[in-house]
């Protein structure tokens, strides 16, 4: 028996869907129109329904075979990711039911994902579609959640050491914290994210929760305010580790900066705190660089 999609299911969903993740009326039309030359097609409906299967299975190596659907439209590989990802969230919203998962705000929120990385899209290649198919993977199957301000997922620790009285070893299960973009990371929005991830993830006692970041580069404390944001984020962890390459070539300037052909500094926006700092480190030829940090929560406080 054929698969067949139901188009007027996944225009119900998307309509409703997109206004409140933030994507634009023009673009829900292509991403309309891309569903709906789907569900005509039997061709495409059988390659969706291989997609869909596989990505939920964790598997997204297949963006050649999504530029050669999107290609028969006449879409781009970023433009066609984009429309097959929004109609996943249908499925990933029946996951979210079965789990007993908070649709509003949980589901909406995680989803926004698709919205902020399409908007990297459109600064990096002028298109406003999903490069990064892989990463907004994470959210779509149910793997990671925006619970306030940050998002979070169980990972493997990955070393072996003893904190706060807490013996880890390399498959310790612990709560990785990831930082979309968004609003400032102020004491208050930090502490209530926290929270919700303890609750949601139904932790008891003291829970453990690390996280690899430019934001906690040791090398702010040099140079950013003692009462920026970044330095209270960085203050709630203890720092393992760190890397550090010369400013100029740090892989994470576009954070700062957005995406540019050049970050020598006679180039860059300076219209901030944090441009103007990082943009002094670059003149100066200094270091950048990254940082893997823990705590320990215990439902209300940081315990280090």
Known sequence: MNKVLDYNTYKEHITHLNPIIGIPEEHTKTVLDICKKICASPVLTEKFFSFQERYFAGDYEHREELAEAGAILGYSKQVFSLAVC?????????????????????????????????????????????????????????????????????????????????????????INIHIPEGDALTTEKRLDSYKKAYNFFKQTGHAVFVCD??????????????????????????ILSNTEKPAITFGDLWRV????????????????????????RIKNGENLGCGFGIFVFDGESIIK
């Not at 702010?220 to 203890?238: A, C, Q, R, V, W």
């Open 257 to 280: 900066y957005g995406f540019r052909e050049s970050y020598e500094y006679d180039s860059l926006p300076k219209n901030s705190g944090l441009q103007k700092a990082y943009a002094e």
């Open 86 to 174: 929004e109609m996943y969230t249908l499925h990933t919203l029946e996951i979210y039911k079965q789990r007993g998962y908070d649709i509003d705000p949980v589901y909406y929120d995680s989803m926004r994902d698709i919205h902020i990385w399409a908007n990297v899209c459109l600064a990096q290649h002028g298109m406003y579609g999903i490069e990064n198919y892989g990463w907004v993977n994470y959210q779509i199957s149910c793997n990671m959640f925006r619970l306030g301000r940050m998002q979070y997922h169980f990972i493997d620790f990955g070393r072996e050491i003893e904190y706060c009285g807490i013996k880890l070893h390399a498959k310790s299960r612990v």
């Open 213 to 238: 970041s430019w934001l906690l580069y040791p090398g702010h404390y040099d140079f950013l305010p003692e009462k920026s944001n970044i330095i209270g984020f960085m203050n709630d962890f203890t």
